[in-house]
């Protein structure tokens, strides 16, 4: 929904060219308010040069009172990679609001600055790389293809980007000071009549100048940073610094309003839009209405945004969206609201973020810290977080899931604070109950049946995904699937489904067949089948390498059920077994009962929290380590060795005491799992 003003400097190799007009840009000499910054001296080493580059310089400074963002960089081009990946520059600018003026482009050679930009093929484009996303933004590039680049030649480009007419009447922004490259020298500067509030994501640095109109700071020397596997999607380890002129939340919340409030329902359009819905007006609750338009507005408006300059902050009139029948997030959002307010249904559009929202409440105050907007509904003193882009949503009002995205500011004229986001209904949940059917013969062949049960926000999941893929897709892909852990496995009967849209439940049952289910043995000298719990497996498996410096991320909230039925070829006599792991970030249990001809087994995993800290994993991964020892189950057989117990031959002879005998029948065992199915 929302484009951050922050521009960005990307060197790379454009793979779509729909030429446009030159009049988007212009070649200038820099402002005078802008200080001369010189490139750093540097001595070349090894360990600097990544991808062929080496980044000398980053130098920004922003003028707040004229909305000027200006942009300064020098690379070390230190091989032919580096060569290839910088012989071509690219700018992004949004000329719905902003006009772009180039300074330099030029690269230093033996010490001579030689001007590449008068000789450079230059054109603008607009690629619209967000259009996969349904999301038309307007975005054009500036794209230069450079002539004779060389191998140790310094490549420096500035420009700035000037905002025309702004949105807000306050600046902020959020520079970072960090990159996945080493750089030699970072400028940042601030000019401005007004106050500045100023924070650090890690490390401080202590500003050059903070007085007198004008914001300074400056480091040097700044190592690479290179991230753990799988760590949380909110957790940012790069250093930035945050800047705003709001004083407050309550301030963002006010100001964006004006932006909505004007944006109403006339009576006779929303009449009339109720008319085409005549079910509506004869539901007798507020609670039929509220999942009635929700169904319309996910359903009936499509999810489309034309973000082009102010369509980034603005949404379009709910008529005109519901007309036209499509519209982002913030339409839909509005829409749905408006629709409810006409019933005296309390709803209101929330701004949040759908990764970073459980950082919100340690950022500063900006309109440009949230990037989609949902509802917050009031209905019987409960309140509801519905979010009217998801589709394939079923349930009613008491179930079904509602948006996770940790915190959210509700739309209002008043003003509101940062609210934390409680979802009733959130996560994943999903039970399995497995039957096997082992058989007496060891060439036999073996049964399996599946029936898995998706709720929630999985129940959602599997309807769009099952009304999107031919039957006989789903098929294979779930029987690859299994097949890891069952070779030779064999489709038996067609996949049955079951869809109770009331509660949101989808039920898939799945028919196999296993031709060698009874594996043998070197280590017993007799025949085994294991059974893993695979969807836990998932969750539950050790990391190879335990050592990191930041978070690990879980999936959370998760809770799985695995309940498995194996029918044995004879009637053995287990002894139940109860066994728990809890930790601070998930729980387990796993439980063993034997009727007769049957093994049960029960096995339940929910998660506690969606993430592990650093200092904390050695730990967590050492529980892993001792789950898995446990986790899965095998049952040994030997014919043999039973029907020379029942007919007194020889072999009976081996093995004379019962509880030998009982040894070869079934016992669970410690299997390492060798293989790593991570899916953090």
Same mark, same amino acid.
């Given at each position: 929904?929302?484009?951050?003003?922050?521009?960005?400097?990307?060197?790379?190799?454009?793979?779509?060219?729909?030429?446009?007009?030159?009049?988007?840009?212009?070649?200038?000499?820099?402002?005078?308010?802008?200080?001369?910054?010189?490139?750093?001296?540097?001595?070349?080493?090894?360990?600097?040069?990544?991808?062929?580059?080496?980044?000398?310089?980053?130098?920004?400074?922003?003028?707040?009172?004229?909305?000027?963002?200006?942009?300064?960089?020098?690379?070390?081009?230190?091989?032919?990679?580096?060569?290839?990946?910088?012989?071509?520059?690219?700018?992004?600018?949004?000329?719905?609001?902003?006009?772009?003026?180039?300074?330099?482009?030029?690269?230093?050679?033996?010490?001579?600055?030689?001007?590449?930009?008068?000789?450079?093929?230059?054109?603008?484009?607009?690629?619209?790389?967000?259009?996969?996303?349904?999301?038309?933004?307007?975005?054009?590039?500036?794209?230069?293809?450079?002539?004779?680049?060389?191998?140790?030649?310094?490549?420096?480009?500035?420009?700035?980007?000037?905002?025309?007419?702004?949105?807000?009447?306050?600046?902020?922004?959020?520079? *970072?000071?960090?990159?996945?490259?080493?750089?030699?020298?970072?400028?940042?500067?601030?000019?401005?009549?007004?106050?500045?509030?100023?924070?650090?994501?890690?490390?401080?640095?202590?500003?050059?100048?903070?007085?007198?109109?004008?914001?300074?700071?400056?480091?040097?020397?700044?190592?690479?940073?290179?991230?753990?596997?799988?760590?949380?999607?909110?957790?940012?380890?790069?250093?930035?610094?945050?800047?705003?002129?709001?004083?407050?939340?309550?301030?963002?919340?006010?100001?964006?309003?004006?932006?909505?409030?004007?944006?109403?329902?006339?009576?006779?359009?929303?009449?009339?839009?109720?008319?085409?819905?005549?079910?509506?007006?004869?539901?007798?609750?507020?609670?039929?209405?509220?999942?009635?338009?929700?169904?319309?507005?996910?359903?009936?408006?499509?999810?489309?945004?034309?973000?082009?300059?102010?369509?980034?902050?603005?949404?379009?009139?709910?008529?005109?969206?519901?007309?036209?029948?499509?519209?982002?997030?913030?339409?839909?959002?509005?829409?749905?609201?408006?629709?409810?307010?006409?019933?005296?249904?309390?709803?209101?559009?929330?701004?949040?973020?759908?990764?970073?929202?459980?950082?919100?409440?340690?950022?500063?105050?900006?309109?440009?810290?949230?990037?989609?907007?949902?509802?917050?509904?009031?209905?019987?003193?409960?309140?509801?977080?519905?979010?009217?882009?998801?589709?394939?949503?079923?349930?009613?009002?008491?179930?079904?899931?509602?948006?996770?995205?940790?915190?959210?500011?509700?739309?209002?004229?008043?003003?509101?604070?940062?609210?934390?986001?409680?979802?009733?209904?959130?996560?994943?949940?999903?039970?399995?109950?497995?039957?096997?059917?082992?058989?007496?013969?060891?060439?036999?062949?073996?049964?399996?049946?599946?029936?898995?049960?998706?709720?929630?926000?999985?129940?959602?999941?599997?309807?769009?995904?099952?009304?999107?893929?031919?039957?006989?897709?789903?098929?294979?892909?779930?029987?690859?699937?299994?097949?890891?852990? *069952?070779?030779?496995?064999?489709?038996?009967?067609?996949?049955?489904?079951?869809?109770?849209?009331?509660?949101?439940?989808?039920?898939?049952?799945?028919?196999?067949?296993?031709?060698?289910?009874?594996?043998?043995?070197?280590?017993?000298?007799?025949?085994?089948?294991? *059974?893993?719990?695979?969807?836990?497996?998932?969750?539950?498996?050790?990391?190879?390498?335990?050592?990191?410096?930041?978070?690990?991320?879980?999936?959370?909230?998760?809770?799985?059920?695995?309940?498995?039925?194996?029918?044995?070829?004879?009637?053995?006599?287990?002894?139940?077994?109860?066994?728990?792991?809890?930790?601070?970030?998930?729980?387990?249990?796993?439980?063993?009962?034997?009727?007769?001809?049957?093994?049960?087994? *029960?096995?339940?995993?929910?998660?506690?929290?969606?993430?592990?800290?650093?200092?904390?994993?050695?730990?967590?991964?050492?529980?892993?380590?001792?789950?898995?020892?446990?986790?899965?189950?095998?049952?040994?057989?030997?014919?043999?060795?039973?029907?020379?117990?029942?007919?007194?031959?020889?072999?009976?002879?081996?093995?004379?005491?019962?509880?030998?005998?009982?040894?070869?029948?079934?016992?669970?065992?410690?299997?390492?799992?060798?293989?790593?199915?991570?899916?953090?």
């Amino acid at each position: 929904m929302f484009k951050k003003k922050t521009t960005y400097f990307y060197i790379f190799f454009l793979l779509i060219t729909i030429s446009l007009t030159a009049d988007d840009y212009r070649f200038e000499e820099a402002s005078s308010w802008i200080k001369t910054i010189g490139i750093p001296s540097y001595e070349q080493k090894r360990e600097d040069i990544i991808n062929g580059e080496y980044y000398l310089l980053s130098d920004m400074q922003v003028r707040t009172d004229g909305n000027a963002f200006y942009n300064h960089y020098a690379i070390l081009l230190a091989n032919s990679t580096g060569l290839e990946n910088n012989s071509q520059i690219s700018i992004d600018f949004d000329p719905g609001y902003e006009e772009l003026i180039i300074h330099n482009i030029s690269v230093i050679r033996d010490g001579r600055k030689i001007d590449k930009g008068e000789n450079a093929i230059t054109s603008v484009i607009q690629k619209e790389n967000e259009l996969e996303k349904l999301l038309y933004n307007g975005t054009k590039t500036f794209f230069a293809i450079l002539s004779d680049i060389r191998v140790n030649d310094i490549l420096e480009i500035s420009y700035t980007i000037e905002e025309i007419d702004p949105l807000f009447p306050y600046y902020s922004d959020r520079f *970072y000071l960090e990159w996945a490259v080493p750089v030699k020298k970072l400028y940042r500067r601030i000019v401005t009549d007004d106050d500045l509030t100023y924070k650090f994501n890690n490390r401080e640095i202590t500003p050059e100048s903070d007085r007198g109109g004008e914001y300074i700071w400056e480091d040097s020397d700044i190592p690479a940073i290179e991230y753990d596997e799988y760590v949380p999607y909110w957790f940012d380890a790069h250093n930035y610094l945050e800047v705003s002129q709001f004083t407050s939340w309550k301030q963002v919340s006010s100001l964006i309003a004006g932006f909505y409030e004007t944006l109403q329902l006339s009576d006779e359009q929303a009449l009339y839009i109720y008319s085409l819905y005549p079910g509506i007006n004869e539901q007798s609750s507020n609670k039929s209405i509220i999942e009635t338009l929700l169904n319309i507005v996910q359903e009936d408006i499509r999810y489309m945004g034309i973000e082009i300059g102010r369509g980034s902050y603005i949404p379009t009139a709910p008529y005109d969206v519901f007309t036209r029948k499509f519209g982002d997030c913030k339409d839909k959002s509005l829409l749905l609201s408006r629709l409810l307010n006409y019933k005296n249904i309390e709803a209101y559009p929330v701004l949040v973020h759908n990764s970073a929202g459980k950082d919100l409440i340690n950022v500063l105050p900006s309109p440009y810290q949230f990037n989609h907007v949902i509802v917050k509904i009031i209905h019987d003193n409960e309140i509801f977080w519905i979010d009217p882009t998801f589709t394939y949503q079923e349930g009613s009002l008491e179930n079904i899931s509602e948006a996770p995205y940790e915190y959210g500011l509700v739309i209002s004229d008043s003003g509101n604070d940062l609210e934390k986001i409680e979802p009733r209904f959130s996560g994943r949940n999903i039970v399995i109950n497995e039957t096997f059917t082992l058989p007496s013969e060891i060439n036999d062949i073996g049964t399996y049946t599946i029936e898995t049960g998706y709720y929630n926000e999985d129940a959602d999941y599997m309807r769009s995904y099952l009304s999107n893929s031919p039957p006989a897709k789903v098929a294979e892909e779930l029987s690859e699937y299994m097949e890891y852990y *069952y070779d030779g496995l064999e489709i038996s009967e067609e996949i049955q489904y079951n869809d109770d849209l009331e509660n949101n439940i989808i039920t898939l049952t799945e028919y196999y067949e296993i031709p060698k289910i009874w594996q043998y043995s070197n280590d017993e000298d007799n025949y085994q089948f294991i *059974y893993s719990p695979y969807e836990i497996y998932n969750y539950t498996t050790e990391v190879e390498n335990p050592d990191r410096t930041m978070p690990f991320n879980l999936i959370h909230p998760i809770s799985i059920s695995q309940n498995v039925t194996v029918i044995l070829p004879e009637e053995w006599n287990i002894s139940p077994v109860e066994e728990k792991f809890e930790t601070d970030h998930y729980r387990y249990k796993r439980t063993i009962e034997n009727e007769k001809k049957k093994l049960n087994l *029960y096995y339940d995993y929910t998660s506690l929290e969606d993430s592990v800290p650093s200092e904390d994993f050695i730990e967590y991964n050492d529980s892993l380590k001792e789950l898995g020892e446990t986790i899965d189950y095998a049952v040994y057989w030997n014919p043999e060795i039973i029907d020379a117990e029942k007919d007194g031959s020889s072999k009976a002879g081996v093995i004379t005491a019962p509880i030998i005998i009982a040894a070869y029948l079934i016992y669970y065992f410690v299997k390492r799992r060798k293989t790593i199915n991570q899916i953090h």
